[in-house]
């Protein structure tokens, strides 16, 4: 099992920057997927950025070219550098981890809140 704890959340005007931070604990960390996930008042929850075990990364269209996914197995600590924000991207960070091995547990941090002003 793994625990997750996000942080880095704030209030930031459009065009600026934040960088999130999830810190693992309670399992090896490089046999999990990492993944950061948002969730925006009354839609659904929304993968932002993937980096696989492997360091393979995806990315939602939506912040391509603006968020940059890292992950660093000897803290045990998965980042999400976001700029050039914009109101559209206000929402619940979350932090998730898939187990690469069976039975692929995922596991969810309690999430971490950006508010992107106008």
């Known amino acids: 099992q793994v625990q997750l704890v996000e942080s880095g959340g704030d209030l930031v005007q459009a065009g600026g920057s934040l960088r999130l931070s999830c810190a693992a604990s309670g399992s090896i960390f490089s046999t999990y997927d990492m993944g950061w996930y948002r969730q925006a008042p009354g839609k659904r929850r929304e993968l932002v950025a993937r980096i696989t075990s492997g360091g393979n990364i995806k990315y939602a269209e939506s912040v391509k070219g603006r968020f940059t996914i890292s992950r660093d197995n000897a803290k045990a600590t998965v980042y999400l550098q976001m700029n050039s924000l914009n109101p559209e991207d206000t929402a619940v960070y979350y932090c998730?981890?898939?187990?690469?091995?069976?039975?692929?547990?995922?596991?969810w941090g309690r999430g971490t809140q950006v508010t992107v002003s106008s």
């Open positions: 998730n981890a898939h187990h690469i091995y069976y039975p692929y547990y995922d596991y």
